[in-house]
């Protein structure tokens, strides 16, 4: 049997940046990706995000490549908030997103960042983090 740990920063973005995820609907919709995610056999060690976004770390294992990851997380997210309606007109996430591979050594570091994204927003735009995340770390 293969032993697999792969950590991944992943963030991704409401469709057209809307800002659905009021304080109320985001910690509702976290709640659901955390438990989902166990389902589906995904790991995530932490998840958070603001009004337009969330940043997730989280573990893959042998059987699961990052795109299948997120159109779990995402695609049944979505799903789950618009048959709940939890959202009061019809909810998109975007389709892009950022992911990136994160060494064992920093892991605190980027939990503390996913964790304290509302302070960090106040300083920082959605569009302005994203555009850091490619300048500091292009493809």
Known sequence: MA??????????????RHRYLTK???EKVISHIKQNAKQKGIYID???GYDEHLHCLLSLNADISIAKAMQLIKGESAFWINKEKITSTKFEWAVEYYAASVSESVLPKVRAYIKNQEEHHKKTTFQEEYEEFIKNYPF
Do not use: C, L, Q
């Open 24 to 26: 109320e609907i985001r």
């Open 46 to 48: 932490s998840v958070n």
């Open 3 to 16: 032993h697999v740990k792969i950590w991944i920063h992943a963030v991704w973005g409401t469709k057209n």
